[in-house]
């Protein structure tokens, strides 16, 4: 056995409804998967209709808490860009509290511009530096003792005398993810701030490198190196014989042999392989990319064939 956490990710700005998504989400807890996380966007990417259009990741996550019962919940990634660090603080908090403890936040600095242009979002030039005051500040608020306030004099953010509530259910706050590629930035901010990194679409030789540039950044914060997890997003396109793996993959718009390089592709056994792989390096989790959202035999086929195997 292998040791890897499968979770089900999802991209909802490319079409899909809250139905879809609660259909999705519901599908996964009953088959066994970890989580249910999505991506939180408001605009579609390449040749998507992006039909009926798109959901909040925030307003989605909350229904899926009063409607699912053991699956965890969580965005990779929640756009820096989005919210006031305060107002996200609360919303999570909210939500976590909603599904009895079952939230994660997956924070990043945003990226997309043209979603930001078609929704009158704000897209300022300095993301990541805004990123590390929101990360400071959410888990700021979150950490401050009930009955103390909190107070941050930042650069693009004040607080003052905030009562910092409510508080999280979890103990001592929902785990935040922090993410990305980037070699001295993300990983000094994955090891201040997050209880999980995680390498979006990295090929294992990438993913190597990545988790080694953040247990340096670890190690130079004098922080041990097994209080953090490490995971993987992942594109998957499962099949049973190479025509249903085609199949897939045009569903997708996408062809056999990309996605065999640069996801989890090709046959359950093939798809063993490669997470076994990442977990050598020190992977404990696998967010599986899914974006065939009516194709719920997919989720089946890994569910049966691979989780068991994996888990």
């Not at 939180?40 to 798109?54: C, F, I, K, Q, S």
């Not at 945003?110 to 888990?139: C, D, M, S």
């Not at 004098?222 to 190479?242: I, K, P, Q, Y």
């Amino acid at each position: 056995m292998i040791g890897m956490q499968l979770r089900i990710f999802t991209e909802p700005q490319q079409g899909a409804s809250y139905d879809t998504l609660l259909t999705v989400a519901k599908a996964a807890e009953d088959l066994g998967y970890d989580a249910f996380f999505r991506s939180d966007h408001y605009l579609r990417m390449g040749d998507a209709d992006g039909l009926p259009g798109p959901t909040d990741a925030w307003i989605t996550l909350a229904g899926l808490a009063r409607e699912t019962k053991r699956i965890r919940l969580g965005t990779l990634m929640t756009a820096a860009t989005f919210r006031l660090p305060g107002v996200l603080a609360i919303q999570v908090a909210q939500v976590d509290a909603m599904s009895g403890g079952r939230v994660e936040l997956g924070l990043g600095a945003g990226w997309y511009a043209e979603e930001h242009n078609a929704y009158g979002i704000p897209f300022p030039k300095e993301k990541f530096a805004r990123l590390e005051e929101q990360l400071e500040i959410v888990t700021g608020l979150w950490d401050t003792p009930v009955g103390k306030t909190f107070d941050h004099a930042g650069t693009y953010y004040t607080l003052t005398d905030s009562p910092a509530l409510p508080k999280p259910v979890q103990h001592p706050h929902p785990p935040v993810l922090v993410g990305g590629h980037g070699r001295t930035r993300t990983p000094a901010l994955a090891a201040r701030f997050a209880d999980e990194f995680n390498t979006p679409f990295s090929t294992l030789d990438e993913a190597e490198r990545e988790f080694g540039w953040v247990r340096e950044a670890m190690r130079t914060a004098g922080r041990a190196e097994d209080s953090m997890v490490f995971s993987n997003a992942l594109v998957a396109c499962v099949g049973r014989t190479d025509g249903e793996v085609a199949r897939r993959a045009a569903a997708i718009k996408r062809e056999p042999d990309e996605l065999r390089s640069n996801g989890l592709a090709g046959s359950p056994a093939e798809v063993v392989d490669k997470i076994g792989r990442f977990a050598e390096l020190g992977s404990t989790r696998i967010y599986l990319q899914i974006l065939d959202l009516s194709d719920l035999d997919h989720l089946e086929l890994i569910a049966s064939e691979v989780m068991p195997q994996v888990a």
